[in-house]
């Protein structure tokens, strides 16, 4: 028998679109389904439905006292089904994370830190003492559902003098891994310097806060993407948003944009200071951002679902198909002016809210706590 009918939804380009889940599944999906018996029936009168969104770069891990969250904050409770927290935790404190995270509604999976404290202080990276193969091979090895990419932060605060140095580790582990992680690297003030940090990532490995307002970030001090940006670009490094407290500028994204440097996946950064007092506050807000760019719904919905599950090589997540996980996001878009605020302070308005209602996780309905 049907778990979950989802009846009356719209897809993200205005189709009707209804969905069954079984044994945490998607089991059906149309435009009107006949369901004979259901456990339980969801009429969701008209709103949009999705993919259960990802966020690519969070910070969840409880027992930290500089970024952290409980994941059902940054998750079920504003419409995500799966937060990857990025590299709160290192080998040390990886085991322990996991165990928290197995009693959470949301789905939780994680970069390890490069460093195998995790980032119990700001400079993690300042001693190259801590990122040591023996224990961050052993945790990849004992945690092979949970751990999906590495995490190396590359800025002046967190690596002290250590330059580019652990983002060449990290590069050494990832080729000694027999797994492919993806390497997902945090930039910011230099040193180290953005170029330097580029010319070690490959293809497919992320440059979060990619559009930062930092001297140090993409643009030129004449407010022009850098060449060795572009060129980064085109060798198929992702770029990812990871808005955070710091981190996402309005002027930098309008003229990426412009440039042709289009974000991959949209990924909030978020921990429980940037959702409590912004400028984050939650995956809907900075998605509002990202259609302020020019994209439309479907695109954003893409970039926080198909493109984080592609990054992280969740096979199982991302998209609406029949044999897939039972994680949607059920969402309205509002039409009403909002007044949102970058990193920098720059304030835009847009005129479409998106407010998500619901998120199902394997076919659990949980209600969101977003204000509309
Ligand atoms: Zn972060």
Redesign the pocket.
């Known amino acids: 028998m049907v778990d979950l009918y989802v009846k009356n939804g719209k897809s993200v380009t205005g189709e009707p679109l209804e969905v069954t889940i079984t044994d945490g599944k998607i089991s059906a999906m149309g435009r009107a389904l006949t369901v004979d018996r259901a456990k339980e029936t969801l009429d969701v009168a008209g709103r949009y439905l999705s993919a259960g969104w990802i966020d690519d ?1 969070t ?1 969840c891990y409880e027992k930290l006292t500089l ?1 952290y969250d409980d994941p059902d904050e940054d998750g079920v409770k504003t419409g995500v089904t799966t937060v990857i927290d ?1 590299g709160s935790t290192g080998a040390d404190n990886i085991g322990d994370f996991y165990q928290i995270t197995r009693s959470k509604k949301t789905n939780v999976l994680a970069m390890i830190n490069i460093s195998k404290t995790g980032i119990l202080a700001q400079d993690e990276l300042g001693d190259m003492n801590r990122v040591q193969w023996e224990p961050f091979a052993q945790a990849v090895a004992d945690y092979p559902d949970f751990i999906v990419g590495i995490k190396a932060r590359e800025s002046h605060s967190v690596v002290v003098d250590n330059d580019v140095k652990p983002l060449a580790k990290a590069k050494e582990y990832q080729q000694r891994l027999a797994k492919q992680l993806p390497i997902m690297v ?1 930039v910011g003030a230099n040193p180290p310097e953005l170029k330097d940090i580029l010319a070690l990532m490959t293809k497919g490995d992320i440059l ?1 806060h990619a559009y930062n307002g930092k001297p140090n970030g993409m643009l030129t001090d004449q407010g022009q993407v850098k060449s060795f940006v572009t060129e980064a670009y085109q060798k198929g490094i992702i770029f990812d948003v ?1 808005h ?1 407290t710091d981190s996402y500028n309005f002027n930098t994204g309008e003229v990426a944009i412009a440039a042709g440097l289009i974000p991959k996946s949209i990924s909030t ?1 978020i921990y429980h200071r940037n959702r409590e007092n912004g400028p984050v506050f939650n995956m809907a807000t900075t998605l509002e951002k990202m259609m302020l760019l020019g994209f439309d719904l479907a695109t954003v919905i893409k970039m926080v679902t198909a493109a984080p599950a592609d990054n992280f090589k969740l096979s199982q997540k991302g998209q609406l198909k029949v044999g897939l996980d039972g994680d949607l996001t059920v969402f309205e878009v509002q039409e009403k002016p909002k007044q949102l605020t970058d990193s920098n302070g720059n304030q835009r308005t847009t005129n479409q809210v998106i407010v998500p209602t619901q998120a199902i996780v394997a076919g659990k309905v949980y209600q969101t706590e977003v204000e509309a």
């Open positions: 770069h910070h970024y990025a945090h979060t990871g955070g950064d």
